[in-house]
């Protein structure tokens, strides 16, 4: 089955405690990309990868990291954790960066 | 900053009404523009991609409005089911090879019995 899959799904956590929310997808996509929404916000791109080893900033990168050094891979990683980013965090995948993007079930945080 | 804008409603409609949202965007480079939904707490899924020339999917038909930089979804006959959040995507070139995508914040629409 073609998905995309999150992981922690829930996850509560302390300020300053570096915690990595991974993402894989099986559908062999070169575009991938992390969002965080939040209410009132909207959903708001953190991070995007064109393909391998090829990531560029979204529109709140700030105190987030990420890496893609396989293409099926696009872990976010958070070195510090805060209170404001506590959130629901998606991933999503697409062929292209213009294509139908497919969502992962979301990753609900909340930085205590 | 590149915009996207959406009522965001609660459009509140009774079952079989017809309902349209609009939505507008800034970046007039914008290319690609596509209508997605989102149920409560899920993530969002693909509901129709947004061709120039307008399409239909059943009851949902779109529309694309370059001169004036909006993008319409119409839905027929709503249903129960129709009920969720709608957002707006638009996709623009950002150089070096890269698009950068926005989302609309999305417009609620509750089809009552």
């Known amino acids: 089955e073609a998905q995309v899959t999150q992981n922690p799904r829930y996850l509560i956590t302390v300020t300053g405690k570096k915690l990595t929310v991974t993402c894989s997808q099986n559908?062999?996509?070169?575009?991938m990309s992390w969002y965080r929404q939040d209410p009132g916000l909207g959903l708001r791109q953190i991070y995007y990868?064109?393909?391998?080893?090829?990531?560029d900033k979204g529109d709140v990168p700030e105190g987030y990291k990420v890496s893609r050094k396989e293409k099926r891979n696009f872990p976010l990683i958070l070195e510090s954790p805060s209170p404001n980013q506590t959130s629901l965090y998606f991933c999503?995948?697409?062929?292209?960066?213009?294509?139908?993007?497919?969502f992962g079930e979301g990753s609900r945080l909340t930085v205590l | 900053r590149k915009e996207v804008e959406q009522d965001p409603g609660p459009f509140n409609v009774p079952e079989g009404a017809t309902v349209a949202f609009n939505c507008t965007y800034s970046n007039s480079a914008s290319q690609s523009f596509f209508w997605y939904r989102q149920d409560c707490r899920k993530e969002p899924k693909l509901l129709m991609s947004v061709y120039s020339s307008g399409n239909e999917d059943g009851r949902f038909t779109a529309q694309l409005n370059r001169a004036s930089q909006y993008i319409s979804l119409l839905i027929r006959d709503s249903k129960l089911s129709d009920s969720a959040t709608y957002l707006c995507v638009v996709s623009a070139y950002s150089g070096a090879g890269s698009y950068q995508l926005t989302f609309g914040k999305g417009t609620k629409l509750s089809v009552i019995p």
């Open positions: 990868s064109m393909n391998v080893e090829v990531t």
């Open positions: 999503a995948s697409s062929e292209t960066a213009t294509g139908e993007l497919f």
């Open positions: 559908m062999n996509h070169e575009y």
